[in-house]
T-cell receptor, first 117, second 111 residues
Framework: DAGVIQSPRHEVTEMGQEVTLRCKPI?????LFWYRQTMMRGLELLIY????????DSGMPEDRFSAKMPNASFSTLKIQPSEPRDSAVYFC???????????????FGPGTRLLVL | TQLLEQSPQFLSIQEGENLTVYCNSS?????LQWYRQEPGEGPVLLVT?????EVKKLKRLTFQFGDARKDSSLHITAAQPGDTGLYLC???????????FGQGTTLQVKP
């Protein structure tokens, strides 16, 4: 398996523009997670899905952020409109079962580095 | 509120030295994981500890879960430049489906 695939790897945009980040989880994994990583706040969970259904979106910063998972092999994280404070590395991760179950692992993608000017 | 506190945040040592990284919380976790992240990549799982007092070894790395399952430590013996990276601890509660990550410890091992 190719692992978790994210695109684009780098994105530079101007304030106010719409940004769409994409993720393809590992085939057969039922859980998909979106994280944001910054120096100041570390790795923060934004939202996660189970079987394509959003389970917990309490980490989504505000209404400018939205995430969808139309099928088991694809998810998007959209920021509209983008702001400079959204600059961060956004990671997608997937797992077969719920985190916390013995032996369960989250597999992370390489991340999308977003810079909003 | 940071539920998992890691210390130290930054560590720069010489090759061959030993070090310990701590991960502390006031909350109880059903399991705790340690990840390592290299620049430009996502975190990669090193180990999962589940039982209070559990000790796991991975070559020169020793991981321990506190008896009360609120804290954990990572000890590296004879550090090598290849150990350089960001070390993250992450706690899970039962089967909530999600992990809570610490802020991370950036380790630099100089040759």
């Amino acid at each position: 398996d190719a692992g978790v695939i994210q695109s684009p790897r780098h994105e530079v945009t101007e304030m106010g523009q719409e940004v769409t980040l994409r993720c393809k989880p590992i085939s057969g994994h039922d859980y998909l997670f979106w994280y944001r990583q910054t120096m100041m706040r570390g790795l923060e969970l934004l939202i996660y899905f189970n079987n394509n259904v959003p389970i917990d979106d309490s980490g989504m910063p505000e209404d400018r952020f939205s995430a969808k998972m139309p099928n088991a092999s694809f998810s998007t994280l959209k920021i509209q409109p983008s702001e400079p404070r959204d600059s961060a590395v956004y990671f997608c991760a997937s797992s077969f079962r719920a985190s916390g179950m013995v032996g369960e692992t989250q597999y992370f993608g390489p991340g999308t580095r977003l810079l909003v000017l | 509120t940071q539920l998992l506190e890691q210390s130290p945040q930054f560590l720069s040592i010489q090759e061959g030295e030993n070090l310990t990284v701590y991960c502390n919380s006031s909350s109880v976790f059903s399991s705790l994981q340690w990840y390592r992240q290299e620049p430009g990549e996502g975190p990669v799982l090193l180990v999962t500890v589940v039982t209070g007092g559990e000790v796991k070894k991975l070559k020169r790395l020793t991981f321990q879960f506190g008896d009360a399952r609120k804290d954990s430590s990572l000890h590296i013996t004879a550090a090598q430049p290849g150990d350089t990276g960001l070390y993250l601890c992450a706690g899970a509660r039962s089967n909530t489906g999600k992990l809570i990550f610490g802020q991370g410890t950036t380790l630099q091992v100089k040759p």
